[in-house]
């Protein structure tokens, strides 16, 4: 997982690692089957369409909207996600994101 760091004197932060072994796993997310099938199978669907993504012009990215009320288990799901897709998380506060992403780039 990566978090926004600490900014510089110049006002720029940087990426920082976090070591993110969050055990979560489709198999013990806990969800209904077919909704846990339909987002798996839309996750392979995004793998393989990285070469149309670039074809068109596009990038290569893929969001959903989770919403619900401390403890029902989104945080989980993503841990779920990117364990299943081998890819990083990254970390945005979104009272700051346009902040942070500007201040973040190139470092």
Known sequence: MYTLGRRSSRGY??????????????AIVAMEAEQKMAIM????????????????????????????PPGTGKSSLV???????K????DLQLSNVAADLLLGIGN
Do not use: C
Request: glycine share 10%; proline share 2%.
């Open 13 to 26: 932060g940087s990426w920082d690692a976090i070591n993110l072994e969050h055990p979560s796993t489709f």
């Open 87 to 90: 890819f990083d998380v990254y």
């Open 41 to 68: 199978a839309d996750l392979d669907r995004f793998l393989g369409q990285k070469e149309f993504y670039k074809r068109v012009g596009r990038a290569w990215k893929r969001g959903y909207l989770l919403y619900g």
């Open 79 to 85: 841990a779920a996600m990117a364990n299943y897709l």
